[in-house]
């Protein structure tokens, strides 16, 4: 999950702090401090998370671009200017653009504004922003909510009670709401000074940036690891009171599958498995750099060293063409695969299915699974040429009504255009004729599509009208009767309108 640290760089920011009465810091310094903090810990515990730096007063400046590389981006916050106003729209207008162009929309992000709780003033100020939200047309609408899944962070270089002063919390906390309102905004407690930032800036890795380390076990085999990112808490929405379910810590191997069979199944998230004994090996054998934490260990990183089994899991997923079933907690599964990012590299990766006993419906429950050789004979047969899945479902559905769906106009035509032809063929076609024109009927009133009847009994009209002299006299009696009932039904009228109702063919003279 990428973040965008969003740095305010006003004149705000420049005000002086005194720190035990001696020496005087600018609240910017302080800030600094605290996001120097936030890398450091990042590349120690969250070396794969991409990071950019944005500064921003009445214009926003893309600092670092989305990097890996923490020494860059705290070299570019000792290089801090200080710029003018804070115009924190566009600031906001910035963090779509740079994240859209990277990640599209499709990728989560987490965005940290680091202010000083100082609105601006006038036109772009927040206050501003937020009073004129529903008086803008469709060309200058704020940019929350962003069109990507987004996790907002607000940290403020100033105490509550500062804050309170003013109308600043109350634009922060309108702020987080519309940004999705999944996020925090944290205040400094007690006077500003570097300790009390430190705590501050400390709460947010705690929330959002502490890693998740758990166990890998496989029968007696066992391996520490790092998942990133952190798994999120699923909240299930068909129980009767939904309770946030997390990923436990004890991860269980209930099984192998090849990938033929699981095919592509739908998840939730997907995260990256790294060994934790793998990580301080490649510390002390390696470079120690992001890319040789992407790759499967070497031999020469794991010379002299114990053996790992999430290493020998990796491997064997890879060769064999397989995934592993884990189990993440009562009744939620999930699944470990390798995947490769290039022709040499390839990471150990975790899938989570949505939580329940058979969240594939084609593999059944998962709980039912079993080993191959525990079956009466092989269900994939003697040279592997057949496979027992997809289960068949026990009660065989009935698909017998033909029901009528226009997902498309193209759909709609077809059946317009069928009942013409037929209008057209009469009256040797006249029972296939009130069959399509029963069906289309039927259709229309069930979706309140009043208007289709209308325009359809227009066209049998128009028909009508341009049968040739030599058309069968019974043809125009037959089209102007049906075209007379589909006004009839359009009408609303519940003695023509019923959905039961079928429009039988008109009895006349020239009826054999």
Known sequence: ?????????????TRPVSLDGIEEFQRKN???????????????NYRLEFTALMAFSSLWELLVPFTRDYNALQEALSNLEDYDK????????????????????GCPCQVVLVTDGSLGIGKGSLRHSLQTLKHRGDD?????PYPFPTKMFILCVANAEELQMTDAMENLEELLRLSGGDGQIFTVDGPLCMKSVQAMFGMLIDRAYSPFHAVLHCGNLSSDVQVFPRPEPVVVDEEVEPIPRAVSTDLEIVGFIEIADISSPPVISRHLVLPIAVNKEVDEVGTGTTDELEEEPS??????????????????????????????GPEWFGMLYSQADSKKKSNLMMSLFEPGSDPLPWLGKISHLGPVSEAAENPYGEDDSKSPFPLQPQVKRSYAQNVTVWIKASGLQTDVQKILRNARKLPDKTQTFYKELNRLRKAALAFGFWE????????????????????????????SHAAHQLKLASSGDSQYAAFDHNIVPMHTDFSS
């Open 86 to 105: 804070t115009c924190l729209e566009l600031a906001l207008q910035g963090v779509s653009s740079v994240v859209q162009q990277e990640w599209g929309n």
């Open 452 to 479: 289709l009847l209308k325009g359809v009994a227009e066209l049998l009209e128009r028909e009508c009208t341009m049968l040739p002299d030599s058309a069968h006299p019974d043809a125009a009696f037959q089209l």
């Open 30 to 44: 302080l800030a600094v401090h605290g996001l120097n903090m936030l890398f450091e810990h990042m590349a120690s």
């Open 299 to 328: 031999a020469s990183q794991m010379a002299g060293k114990s053996p790992n089994f999430c290493v020998l899991l990796h491997g064997s997923l890879k060769v064999e063409g397989m995934v592993a079933l884990v189990q993440l």
């Open 140 to 144: 200058k609408k704020f940019p929350l």
């Open 1 to 13: 999950m990428p973040t965008v640290v969003l740095m305010d760089v006003s004149l705000s920011m």
